[in-house]
């Protein structure tokens, strides 16, 4: 079973900078992370999409972070990271780490599809 483990999170201001990471460990066969994700939920709210990396390093952005973030991975480390600029209070969340071998197309930002999660990070944007 693939373990996520996503670390990085914190409080800042408004217009500041965070960059999370999340590794997987237990991996078996490198399929079963072929997709990473990074999600949100903020209190109250639906689990998010926020960016979808594949195994060659294609990259998909929801709208409302596009532009501001940059979703990476490093396949010898098993990591992947999520550079968050000019950050806005409308970014706190919790932020999870999420992974699937399989390719879900337009269905990337549905938290059901994927088959393995972190247990997220906290990040806090004050104004």
């Known amino acids: 079973q693939v373990h996520l483990v996503e670390s990085g999170g914190g409080s800042v201001q408004a217009g500041g900078s965070l960059t999370l990471s999340c590794i997987a460990s237990?991996?078996?066969?490198?399929?079963?992370?072929?997709?990473m994700a990074w999600f949100r939920q903020a209190p109250g709210k639906e689990r998010e999409g926020v960016a979808l990396?594949?195994?060659?390093?294609?990259?998909t952005y929801a709208g409302s972070v596009e532009g501001r973030v940059t979703i990476s991975r490093d396949n010898t480390k098993r990591k992947m990271y999520l550079q968050m600029n000019s950050l806005k209070p409308e970014d706190t969340a919790k932020y999870f780490c999420?992974?699937?071998?399989?390719?879900?197309?337009?269905?990337?930002?549905?938290?059901?599809?994927?088959?393995?999660w972190g247990q997220g990070t906290q990040v806090a944007v004050s104004s």
């Open positions: 999420a992974a699937d071998w399989r390719g879900l197309g337009a269905n990337w930002g549905n938290q059901y599809e994927y088959n393995y």
């Open positions: 237990r991996v078996t066969w490198n399929s079963d992370i072929n997709y």
């Open positions: 990396i594949d195994q060659y390093n294609i990259t």
